[in-house]
């Protein structure tokens, strides 16, 4: 009698979902320690959840040698198969804890650092006011590893600098701020108000290190300003040692308004100089994936954001 070939996969030994992720977490790193600290699995379990799928799926995913470990051909195939069922899996959870009760559980929400210090105590008011079953997990880290992140879903939402111009993301708008100019106390410009931005040209001035979006920001401005591509001889990791080198007179720098308050009270030595209108901007917004299946409460979320952080010197964008 012949069978068919859905009864014969009927029949056969169905692979765990524990063996997938550890197939998934060897084919990633190519090495046992790695892999198992990555999920967190001893490396004794983890080899036998590999050998244990081989053996449900009649075939060798891997290459072991005392030193290295390969895919297989069947595992370079199967390795994309086993990753697509886990991120459908990671779908069908999401999916249901967003119908149980809004604002429980886990989000997971980054954050850039040129804004997580300076609002993130207004974030962490809202949710222990408005929401207190919230799990809130925050996450710093710059835009690039942020936008991974949430594609890859490892986060839930961002806080951080847009547009960001990604396929697949939604961006929920905040607010607009103004730069200023952060200069040293005999600076000819320290403190004035209405400076042109063609004032930028010919200033020494100081930014952050490559990777921050807010680097790529200040760098725009100054093109339009006319400054083309001069040289910046100094950098920083931080928004706060690049204040305090302003502070020791090795130049000038731009800053966020919602950052003012915080850097600059670290230091007598600094004056803030503002824009003439219109000052030059930046929007921050919360972005998730599109379609996500929180998406209402996240748009309800940052509607309530928007009106907390009125209060900041910024301008909420309106609904």
């Not at 219109?278 to 009106?307: S, V, W």
């Amino acid at each position: 009698m012949a069978v068919s070939k859905g009864t014969a996969a009927r029949g056969a030994k169905q692979p765990s979902l524990a063996q997938l992720r550890a197939f998934d977490a060897v084919a990633e790193h190519l090495h046992f320690r790695d892999a198992a600290a990555a999920i967190g699995m001893s490396q004794p379990a983890l080899s036998g959840a590999v050998s244990a799928l081989e053996e449900a799926l009649g075939v060798q995913l891997l290459e072991r040698t005392t030193r290295k470990v390969l895919l297989s051909p069947a595992g370079e195939r199967l390795a994309a198969r086993a990753k697509d069922v886990l991120e459908a899996v990671g779908a069908l959870m999401e999916e249901a804890e967003a119908v149980r009760a809004p604002f429980t559980g886990a989000l997971r929400l980054g954050a850039i650092p040129t804004v997580a210090p300076y609002l993130l105590p207004s974030v962490l008011r809202l949710v222990h006011e408005r929401y207190p079953e919230l799990d809130l997990q925050v996450h710093e880290e710059q835009t690039a590893s942020l936008v991974d992140g949430l594609l890859g879903g490892r986060l839930d939402l961002l806080l951080l600098a847009v547009p960001l111009g990604v396929p697949g993301v939604t961006e929920l708008p905040l607010f607009d701020e103004d730069f200023v100019l952060i200069t040293p106390l005999d600076h000819w410009l320290g403190g004035r108000e209405g400076i042109p931005r063609e004032a930028l040209r010919e200033l020494n001035l100081l930014l952050l290190d490559e990777g921050h979006c807010l680097r790529d920001q200040a760098l725009d401005i100054c093109r339009e300003a006319g400054r083309g591509d001069a040289p910046v001889t100094t950098t920083a990791a931080g928004l706060s040692t690049l204040v305090q080198l302003v502070a020791g007179g090795l130049g000038v720098t731009l800053l966020p308004r919602t950052a003012v308050k915080v850097e600059t009270s670290r230091s007598s030595q600094l004056l803030t100089g503002y824009f003439a209108e219109p000052a030059p901007t930046r929007r921050i917004a919360l972005a998730m994936r599109t379609g996500a299946a929180r998406g209402a409460e996240y748009a309800a979320l940052a509607a309530e954001l928007r009106r907390a952080m009125s209060a900041l010197p910024v301008r909420p964008v309106p609904l």
